[in-house]
């Protein structure tokens, strides 16, 4: 992922996709969010629970320990080594829902500008990404977005993409109880697959975080 998504839904679209029959803590509101250019560090609407409540809540994009100050905290997380390294260890079994509308990418054709493209499900539906972090009200509060390698023609626009779940599976992913091991399995291979998404070129206006609108999701030749 190049680090740009949108959330422009209402928090409870999210929360009806999610479909968790339990309370609700929402400190995010009730409007819809209508942020169509979401950058890195910026704070993200996220899904959690806690206690058996379901908490949706504003945290930053990107964690590091509090040991790595010699670098910027990363935004996504390697499928391949999140469960075993050192880095992620201490947020490995803090786990939430990122809840996006899409998400862009940028991709060399042989133009002065990279050209942007905008994915998101065919289906219309939010995508559920698999995310770990330490959550509000933290010090060192923030997240990350699991990714795996990306397949099938998802390979042209990008090589990596976010792990997203069915309603089901970030129901389970997002439950606390299944243990490392399962949870380990689960983003590695059962992640939502090419098919189920739509990628099309938007406007090189995008690359500018300071540029809102639903506009920007518009495809373009």
């Known amino acids: 992922m190049c680090g740009r998504l949108s ?79 050192a880095f992620f260890r201490a947020i490995w079994p803090h786990r939430a829902i990122t809840p996006v509308d899409g998400w862009y990418e940028w991709v060399d054709e042989g133009r002065p500008k990279k050209q942007p493209y905008y994915i998101r499900r065919r289906d219309g539906q939010p995508s559920l990404c698999a995310s770990i972090g330490q959550f509000t009200g933290h010090e060192h509060d923030g997240f990350g977005i699991i990714t795996a390698d990306a397949q099938g023609g998802m390979v042209d626009v990008h090589d990596r993409r976010p792990v997203v779940l069915s309603s089901e599976l970030a129901r389970q992913w997002a439950g606390l109880t299944m243990p490392k091991e399962q949870t380990e399995q689960l983003v590695l291979n059962l992640g939502e697959g090419p098919e189920t998404f739509e990628w099309n070129r938007v406007g090189v206006a995008v690359g500018n975080t300071r540029n809102q609108g639903v506009h920007l999701l518009d495809s373009t030749r």
Do not use: M
Request: hydrophobic share 40%; charged share 25%; glycine share 6%.
């Open 7 to 85: 959330q422009y839904h209402r928090i409870h679209d999210f929360v009806d996709a999610l479909s968790i029959p339990c309370p609700l803590a929402n400190s995010v509101g009730d409007q819809p969010l209508e942020r169509y250019n979401v950058a890195p560090t910026t704070r993200v609407a996220l899904l959690r629970l806690e206690d058996g409540v379901l908490h949706a809540d504003l945290v930053r994009w990107g964690w590091r320990p509090h040991w790595a100050k010699d670098r910027a905290a990363p935004i996504n997380a390697r499928v391949e080594k999140v469960a075993h390294g």
